[in-house]
RNA sequence: GUGGGAUUAGCGCAGUUGGUUAGCGCGUCAGGUUGUGGCCCUGAAGGUCAUGGGUUCGAUUCCCAUAUCUCACCCCA
């Protein structure tokens, strides 16, 4: 009579990384972490765990409600299991607001909750590269944004076929909006919940909803037109809103630097995150199968200023999550052959002392390759089958003989080859 | 939160129109006379047929619920 035994699959929407998943996983992420250090961004982390105000001011109701892990601790604290980076960095960076430099290049690789339901794409629990330049207005850190954003795709040799960066900024959409349905801030956000929805609701009930907001046919109508439009078209109907000038300059520069193939004007890109206050853009995958945005980001003016009375510190940035990075890298067959290293057993006979293996180990390790000894006695076969299954690229025979001979055998576990090398030069034969 | 599909050995799958010991492939382990692995041969281990109820003389099979996986919706990365 045994116990019941206890599931041995991770908890729904969660996934263990065994070594062959951890191997692409540090893949990609390395590469990415190289090249935003090359792009002068530095590496910060923070704790998993935030006061579950952070999320609520700012992110949105979705997200901070009905989306996080949320719980009390036993010190009647209401936390959170982040579920997002940017409330957390825009924290840290206004905790030394006064000592830091601007603008200021920083990055993380972490991994976030959210309790949703699970499908293609999303998981209850993803790992994200969060990349921010914080400390400037211009829209040269936009344009730094997105072209680094690029960059982190085209490292992996992905090409202008396989994504798009669709972008838009949001004081312009709110400029527009205010002089089509002439009203105000608070009924521009109002009627952007509507026509976010514009392509999931029935047509009859988004007029509805826009008639409800005190909308008319006709502007209706030209609400419709909008989405036509050039970017050049919809800057003339608010020539002199911030965000067209900072849209106009953007796509530029775009233009000028040869990344405009990658990128499109796209009305229709609102984002969910409400701190979002200029340029928004998301990265869609043009793959048909993954069809949601791969990744997103933006400017957000006032979120250091929830913790600091400090309302010059905007940030623009962007997170890339794993799930939809790894999607996107395997339909377009970006993945190469991930093995590599060289790694040798040393196999075992009884006749010989122990530690004359154990010394050819430290050699191999001190001369920096990496190996392993073969644990009990078996049949050389077993000893070779096991290397074979477990990775190895080369063994490494040593009998009575070779011992009395001051030599071994070293065996290509690949081409099947054998090489007597001399005790002295075992590290020469690697290379080392 | 809503809806569809799925769940049989570690993995991939058969199968049972409801009937005694549920199969196959791969994998794992052992052996094929103890110093050469990928092929081959022999053998073995491994399943309360997702879980809990119901119908029935009898359920892995039919019904219901739950869980998990998966796809779409909502939302979002």
Redesign the pocket.
């Known amino acids: 009579m045994s116990t019941?035994k206890l599931s041995t699959?991770?908890?729904?929407?969660?996934r263990d990384f065994y070594p062959e998943d951890m191997r692409l996983r540090n893949w990609f992420f390395g590469k990415i972490r190289e090249a935003l250090e090359l792009c002068a961004f530095e590496e910060y982390n923070g704790p998993m765990l935030e006061p579950l105000e952070i999320y609520a001011a700012k992110s949105?109701v979705?997200?901070a409600s009905e989306?996080t892990y949320n719980f009390t601790d036993r010190g009647g604290r209401e936390l959170s299991i982040r579920p997002?980076m940017t409330p957390t960095v825009a924290r840290m960076v206004a905790a030394r607001i006064n000592e830091l430099t601007f603008p200021l290049r920083w990055y993380s690789v972490q991994n976030?909750y959210?309790y949703?339901?699970?499908?293609?794409?999303?998981?209850?629990e993803?790992w994200?590269i969060n990349a921010d330049i914080f400390g400037s207005d211009s829209y040269e850190a936009d344009f730094e944004i997105i072209s680094v954003a690029i960059n982190l795709l085209r490292i992996f040799g992905a090409d202008e076929s396989m994504f798009r960066v669709h972008i838009n900024n949001r004081r312009l959409f709110g400029d527009v909006i205010a002089s089509v349905a002439k009203t105000d801030a608070e009924g521009v956000k109002a009627i952007s919940k509507v026509i976010?929805?514009r392509?999931?609701?029935e047509r009859v009930e988004y007029e509805n909803e826009l008639r409800m907001l005190g909308l008319g046919d006709a502007e209706i109508t030209k609400i419709d037109s909008l989405y036509s439009m050039s970017l050049d078209e919809i800057i003339s109907l608010c020539p002199d809103s911030k965000g067209a000038a900072e849209l106009g300059e953007l796509f530029r520069t775009l233009e000028a630097t040869g990344l405009s193939k990658y990128c499109v004007f796209d009305f229709g890109i609102?984002?969910?995150?409400d701190y979002y206050t200029g340029t928004v853009f998301?990265?869609f995958d043009l793959a048909p199968?993954n069809?949601?945005?791969?990744?997103?980001?933006g400017r957000y003016d006032n979120l250091v200023g929830l913790f600091v009375e400090r309302n010059d510190i905007s940030g623009v940035g962007f997170?890339?999550?794993?799930?939809?990075l790894e999607n996107f890298l395997r339909t377009h067959n970006l993945i190469p052959d991930l093995g590599g290293r060289t790694l040798v057993l040393v196999t075992r006979?009884?006749?010989v002392p122990y530690e004359k293996y154990t010394a050819i180990l430290s050699n191999l390790r001190n001369a920096g390759i990496a190996a392993m000894i073969f644990f009990g006695s078996?049949?050389?076969?077993?000893q070779?089958?096991?290397?074979?299954?477990a990775g190895c690229t080369h063994?490494i025979?040593?009998?009575?003989?070779?011992l009395a001979g001051g030599v071994v055998?070293i065996?290509?576990?690949?081409?099947?080859e054998?090489q007597v090398v001399e005790y002295s030069r075992i590290a020469k034969y690697f290379g080392k």
């Open positions: 019941p699959r991770p908890l729904k929407g969660t949105g979705e997200l989306q997002e976030f959210r949703e339901r699970p499908q293609r794409g999303r998981l209850r993803f994200q976010d929805r392509e999931k609701i609102i984002r969910g995150l998301e990265v199968e069809n949601r945005a791969m990744f997103g980001g997170g890339l999550g794993d799930v939809t006979f009884d006749d078996k049949k050389l076969g077993k070779l089958e096991y290397a074979s299954k063994a025979i040593m009998g009575a003989g070779e055998k065996k290509d576990l690949g081409t099947r054998e």
